[in-house]
């Protein structure tokens, strides 16, 4: 199980001090992050019901390593409408190199593929939790990512999020929703699929936090 909340920052500005905002409240350091998305979708012969894995193919590492991700329907009634955060299931596992081949062997056909690049934080404050502001890349041919090309310029893609299960899961969103507060002075944080625009306050905050230079305690 997942919860999370998103964004999508359209200004290099706002995502410079979002960058020095983070380095200060998470106290970790930041870690690049270049992984490569495969979207499967399974065939007629696993079913009427269409089901969907995400290939994830870390590519920061010396060696590439592979994870299968399937991400479940979102948390639906009336205690999902009353949280700030999206809750939904989730089953990620480490695979080998040769998984695609695999889901292909199964059945399973390419649907899309995506390029993510950016950067992450990984830390704990009530609840272990991940932070990523990223862009989203297409491939023009398949599996080439390095002539991948952003699905929308220069916008950028902010998630929060944090494991959880079906006994703390309202720990992790109070901790999440606690956590996602300290951002509000350069933008404003949704639920996936929920538009927000950038706060009337966001230009001046991103100039004070870049002219500081991120010296200021957070």
Known sequence: MCCSRNYRDTDLQYVEALEILLQGLCG????????????????????????????????????????VKHVGGAMRGAGAEQIS???RSMVESKASKNVLRLFYALGYKLDHELLRV???????????ITVTVSSVNKMLKLHATDEAVPVTPGI??????????????????AAVSSFCEYLAPLLHLSKPGVSTGVVPTAAAAAASLMSDGGGTTL
């Open 28 to 67: 970790v350091n930041k870690e690049r992050l270049r992984v490569h998305e495969i979207c499967l979708k399974s065939g007629p012969n696993l079913g009427f019901v269409v089901s969907e894995v995400r290939l994830l193919c870390d590519l920061e590492q010396s060696e590439p390593t592979w994870t």
């Open 156 to 173: 950028q893609l902010v998630e929060v999020t944090a494991p959880a299960t079906s006994e703390n899961y309202n720990e992790v969103v």
């Open 118 to 128: 950016g950067i992450t934080f990984h830390f704990q404050r009530g609840a272990p």
């Open 85 to 87: 955060v999206l809750v």
